[in-house]
Nanobody, 115 residues
């Protein structure tokens, strides 16, 4: 059974940092892409960052490049998103996603950045 469970969101002031975690099971990140999306109020869900093991690369959206870092710990079956220099525009619900099979989403975790 595929499961993804995200946590680590919270309220932080602009310029602060948060680290999101996504515990996953039921698939291998060595074979299938995994990443983070976010959805701001009134906006569509957008890709933030992902790891593509088959191509051996990572992706960051232009809006987070240089501030966010994605990583995974295979021993802990956990995906991370280190978010630094946070801005109010980073506010939203953050979701982890696996491209295994039909694709799976974790539940979201709320990130709120105050100005």
């Amino acid at each position: 059974e595929v499961q993804l469970q995200a946590c680590g969101g919270g309220l932080v002031q602009a310029g602060g940092s948060l680290r999101l975690s996504c515990e996953y099971s039921g698939f291998s990140v060595d074979e299938y892409a995994i990443g983070w999306f976010r959805q701001a109020p009134g906006k569509e869900r957008e890709a933030v960052s992902l790891i593509n093991p088959r191509e051996g690369n990572t992706y960051y959206s232009d809006s987070v490049k240089g501030r966010f870092t994605i990583s995974s710990d295979g021993a802990k079956n956990t995906l991370y998103l280190q978010m630094d220099s946070l801005k109010p525009d980073d506010t939203g619900v953050y979701y982890c996603r696996s491209w295994y099979g039909k694709g799976y989403w974790g539940q979201g975790t709320q990130v709120t950045v105050s100005s």
